[in-house]
């Protein structure tokens, strides 16, 4: 089961049709959106006690991805992002329908517009500003107008991480919040669990 841990006062905030996986590790102030996905090892961690991490509608952050926020500021994925296994980011801001490719890093501060494609392995420089419509690719990031082919990918990576977040939640398991803690709960069986506190009762209970 995945790991929903609070930390500092504050518990992740999971909308009920988001999908996190088992192994995932989501702690303290995280927001994950409607329609979101967080996949198998990714971790958010955010401990910082003023800015956290916010996972907008329709994101997913794929595999062994690290999201994390510092003093330098908060981490947002704005609605329809995705974020490529293994990569890296924080305090930094991503825009709507940005693809950011397999083991990307994105340093503090930076801002990526909306509707661009981070290649696979590019670092975008701490406070750097990349324009909308955006291809980045290199270390560090160079900066290129995306082509017609590479934006009429993004919608389409966005849209299949939604269907097979809704898949995977229909094969493992119902979730809801729980009534204690707020926590993500998980239905099986005719047993709704805790995954944050551990309370369980039958799917009959009120």
Same mark, same amino acid.
């Given at each position: 089961?995945?790991?929903?841990?609070?930390?500092?006062?504050?518990?992740?905030?999971?909308?009920?049709?988001?999908?996190?996986?088992?192994?995932?590790?989501?702690?303290?102030?995280?927001?994950?959106?409607?329609?979101?996905?967080?996949?198998?090892?990714?971790?958010?961690?955010?401990?910082?006690?003023?800015?956290?991490?916010?996972?907008?509608?329709?994101?997913?952050?794929?595999?062994?991805?690290?999201?994390?926020?510092?003093?330098?500021?908060?981490?947002?994925?704005?609605?329809?992002?995705?974020?490529?296994?293994?990569?890296?980011?924080?305090? *930094?801001?991503?825009?709507?329908?940005? $693809? +950011?490719?397999? /083991? #990307?890093? @994105?340093?503090?501060?930076?801002? !990526?517009? =909306?509707? *661009?494609?981070?290649?696979?392995?590019? $670092? +975008?420089?701490? /406070? #750097?500003? @990349?324009?909308?419509?955006?291809? !980045?690719? =290199?270390?560090?990031?160079?900066?290129?107008?995306?082509?017609?082919?590479?934006?009429?990918? @993004?919608?389409?990576?966005?849209?299949?991480?939604?269907?097979?977040?809704?898949?995977?939640?229909?094969?493992?398991?119902?979730?809801?919040?729980?009534?204690?803690?707020?926590?993500?709960?998980?239905?099986?069986?005719?047993?709704?669990?805790?995954?944050?506190?551990?309370?369980?009762?039958?799917?009959?209970?009120?």
């Amino acid at each position: 089961m995945a790991w929903i841990i609070p930390f500092g006062g504050r518990s992740p905030r999971i909308a009920k049709s988001a999908f996190v996986a088992p192994t995932a590790v989501v702690i303290g102030d995280v927001v994950v959106g409607a329609s979101a996905s967080v996949w198998f090892g990714a971790v958010l961690r955010g401990d910082h006690s003023e800015n956290g991490i916010r996972i907008g509608a329709r994101s997913n952050v794929q595999e062994n991805s690290v999201v994390h926020t510092s003093e330098q500021g908060p981490t947002v994925l704005e609605e329809g992002v995705t974020v490529g296994h293994g990569a890296l980011m924080e305090s *930094c801001r991503i825009g709507t329908r940005t $693809v +950011v490719g397999m /083991g #990307a890093v @994105i340093l503090q501060r930076a801002e !990526v517009g =909306g509707r *661009c494609v981070l290649a696979a392995g590019a $670092v +975008v420089k701490e /406070g #750097a500003t @990349i324009p909308p419509g955006s291809m !980045v690719a =290199g270390v560090p990031g160079r900066v290129r107008a995306l082509s017609e082919a590479a934006a009429g990918w @993004i919608d389409r990576s966005a849209e299949h991480y939604v269907e097979l977040g809704q898949k995977f939640s229909a094969e493992l398991g119902r979730r809801g919040l729980c009534e204690l803690c707020g926590g993500a709960t998980l239905e099986r069986h005719c047993k709704v669990t805790c995954l944050n506190c551990g309370y369980q009762r039958d799917c009959s209970d009120p």
